[in-house]
C-alpha cells in the first residue's frame, strides 16, 4: 500500500489545502493528514477543532485519514509507513524553505520522498495566516476555506 503524508498546522484548513490534498488522492492508496503540534507556537484553534474541520472536508474519501503528531515530519512520517510526503507550493520562496527541508529530510531518512505540488493560482494568495489575521480582526473567511470549516467557524464565533 502506497501511503504518503500531508502535513501542515491547517490552522485553519483553506481552500489550497483541499485543492492540494484532492489533487494527490489520486497518487496514493492512503493519505494522511498529519496536523503537526508545535509547543512553540500558539494554534488559533484547538487541534480538537483542526481536526474536526479537516474530517468534516473530508468526510467521503475513505483514503484521507486524518491524525494529529509531534515531532519530526519525517519521523511521522516513517512511523506510520508514508514512503513520501506531500508538500504544496504557492511562491518561489515556498519552493526554496520546501527544498531546503526535503534534502534535511532525505539526509534523515532517504526512502521517504518529498512530492511538491504546485497550487493552482487562484489559490496561491490564500494561506492559513491570513485567513487567521481575517477573523481576528471580525471579517468573514467564508471564501477562503471550505464549507465545512467554514460551518464550524462560523459556530465557534458566532457569524
Excluded at 526512502?111 to 493552482?120: A, G, N, R
Aim: aromatic share 8%.
Amino acid at each position: 500500500m502506497k501511503t504518503a503524508l500531508f502535513p501542515g498546522s491547517f490552522d485553519p484548513i483553506t481552500k489550497a489545502h483541499v485543492d492540494i490534498l484532492k489533487r494527490s488522492i489520486d497518487l496514493f492508496d492512503k493519505v494522511v493528514v498529519g496536523i503537526g503540534l508545535n509547543s512553540t507556537k500558539q494554534a488559533f484553534f484547538d487541534v480538537e477543532i483542526r481536526k474536526k474541520m479537516l474530517e468534516a472536508v473530508f468526510a467521503s474519501d475513505p483514503k484521507v485519514k486524518v491524525v494529529a503528531y509531534e515531532g519530526l515530519t519525517v519521523e511521522f512520517c516513517k512511523n506510520i509507513g508514508a514512503t513520501h510526503m506531500i508538500r504544496g507550493i504557492r511562491t518561489v520562496s515556498d519552493f526554496e524553505y520546501e527544498k531546503a527541508i526535503a534534502q534535511m529530510n532525505h539526509a534523515l531518512i532517504p526512502e521517504i520522498e518529498s512530492i511538491f505540488i504546485v497550487s493552482k493560482p487562484g489559490y496561491s494568495s490564500i494561506s492559513s495566516t491570513i485567513v487567521r489575521d481575517i477573523l481576528r480582526n471580525k471579517g468573514n473567511v467564508a471564501q477562503f476555506i471550505p464549507k465545512e470549516a467554514w460551518a464550524i467557524i462560523s459556530a465557534l464565533h458566532g457569524q
